[in-house]
């Protein structure tokens, strides 16, 4: 058992947070902006899509990346990142080789096999676990109802199915619980438009706990994630993030909280949900309709978000974008347009409007999400500044360079204090104001 002052990083402390278990708490006062640390990935995997466009070692974003000369599917920087990463690629690089077309391991199972290969090649700890070794990382693996021991069991098959050349597996109960401790505490990479990257494990960035006021927000540089302040926090506070998407409403939040990491929130917006009311803004048109139509409405909002996650996976285009305009049509009957399940099939189509290359499609669902964005989600929030850099990116496509300049700058105003202002995504976007 590590000292109490071994379990320190740089003006914070990993203490037992009163409810919650293991938390990280401040030691000083930390500005708005202030970096308060840094973990490198203990394992990451690029998302398959993104090979080509990203480097898979170090998720570096450039052109004329070198591919491995064996499978010719994983792409590097150099040399260097290519032998770096060698330990962790081998492990799929004959299995693609050999299953071709068939090598299809989800990224939780891709994740899990890079966790299980660091386990036997770097049994000490490494500089990602600081505070929190990735062996004492919570499973709820007790909570675990059948559907989800069912799916745990699945990713094990798999496990064995694509790498049983290279890995010395534990036994299965074993496996049931790394995985259970892979979806707690997994972290999703995404890039300056929360496109999906990838998957990694950030153990000392796992500590910190949840809360829907988060006084902290974790971005990404490469495979580094970066914890910085978006409130001024003070000496003996606890340090917290985000979990979830913080756009829905507190029973929608807590639904997700119970689903994915099995506890209710209690922080000060779930106690007093004071962002509810105006979260599900009912049409006042010819007077509100009944508790009764409300009521529906949420219940139809709630089927057809989950309806057009499952029909992403084998729908045309055309057809997701049907789906979007018939629900934004029926909600609109009840539902004012800054109603945050308006928004979400909003955004839905400015998806699908953005992928089929129709610039003012979703230009116009990008102008109306931005405002309702900007009062729905807290300060800082990555959510709207990913925003304002689609509509600026849009607006100097279509050749509106005064809008795009203003959409842009507002969107470097956020990430400047999210990111930090050297981050290269913020380079890029000011080299972005200059060629226009």
């Known amino acids: 058992m590590r000292s109490e002052a071994a379990a320190q990083l740089g003006g ?3 203490f037992a947070s009163a409810g919650k278990g293991r938390g990280l708490r401040a030691r000083r006062r930390f500005a708005v902006g202030e970096l308060l640390f840094s973990c490198p990935a ?3 995997v690029l998302t398959v899509s993104e090979r080509g466009s990203h480097c898979d070692g170090c998720f570096a974003r450039k052109e004329g990346l070198s591919k491995c000369g064996r499978c010719k599917q994983a792409f590097y920087c150099n040399v260097e990142c290519q032998k770096e990463d060698w330990p962790m690629h081998k492990l799929e690089c004959a299995s693609m080789c050999a299953f071709g077309q068939n090598w299809n391991p989800s ?3 891709r994740l899990t096999a890079r966790i299980l290969a660091k386990q036997k090649t770097h049994p000490e700890r490494t500089p990602s676990e600081k505070l929190l070794a990735v062996k004492d990382f919570e499973s709820h693996i007790d909570k675990l109802d059948n559907e989800k021991r069912e799916l745990i069991q699945n990713d094990i098959a798999a496990l064995h199915h694509f790498y049983s050349k290279h890995l010395d597996y534990p036994d299965n109960a074993a496996l049931v619980v790394l995985f259970a401790q892979v979806n707690c505490n997994g972290f999703t990479v995404e890039d300056e438009e929360l496109s999906h990257l990838g998957s990694a494990i950030f153990p000392d960035v796992a500590l910190m706990n949840h809360s829907c006021c988060p006084n902290v927000i974790v971005t990404y540089k490469g495979t580094l994630a970066e914890v910085r302040a978006v409130r001024e926090i003070e000496p003996g506070e606890e340090i917290f993030s985000s979990y979830i998407d913080l756009l829905y409403p507190t029973e929608d ?3 997700r909280l119970r689903d994915c990491y099995f506890f209710n929130c209690d922080c000060r917006e779930c106690t007093t949900k004071e962002k509810d009311k105006e979260k599900l803004e009912i049409c006042k048109l010819n007077g ?3 508790a009764e139509t409300v009521k529906d409405m949420i219940r139809y909002a709630r089927n057809v978000i989950e309806e057009f996650r499952r029909a992403k996976h084998y729908k045309s285009p055309s057809e997701l974008l049907e789906i979007c305009e018939l629900s934004l049509d029926k909600m609109g009957a ?10 979400h099939m909003m955004y839905q189509a400015m998806g699908v409007c953005l992928y089929v290359q129709d610039w ?12 309702p964005y900007s009062k729905h989600y807290p300060s800082y929030s990555l959510n709207v500044a990913s925003m304002w850099l689609k509509l600026g990116r849009l607006y100097m496509a279509l050749k509106n360079r ?10 470097i105003a956020i990430m400047e204090v999210a990111h930090g202002k050297d981050h290269p995504y913020i380079s890029e976007i000011k080299k972005e104001l200059e060629d226009h």
């Open 253 to 255: 939040r807590n639904d």
């Open 334 to 343: 009840v539902f004012e347009d800054s109603n945050v399940y308006m928004l």
């Open 12 to 14: 914070l402390e990993m």
């Open 107 to 109: 990224e939780t199972v």
């Open 42 to 44: 203990y394992v990451a």
């Open 288 to 290: 509100p309709p009944s």
């Open 360 to 371: 003012e499609g979703a230009l116009c669902y990008g102008q109306k999400i931005i405002r």
């Open 402 to 411: 005064t809008a795009g300049v203003k959409a842009l700058k507002r969107a």
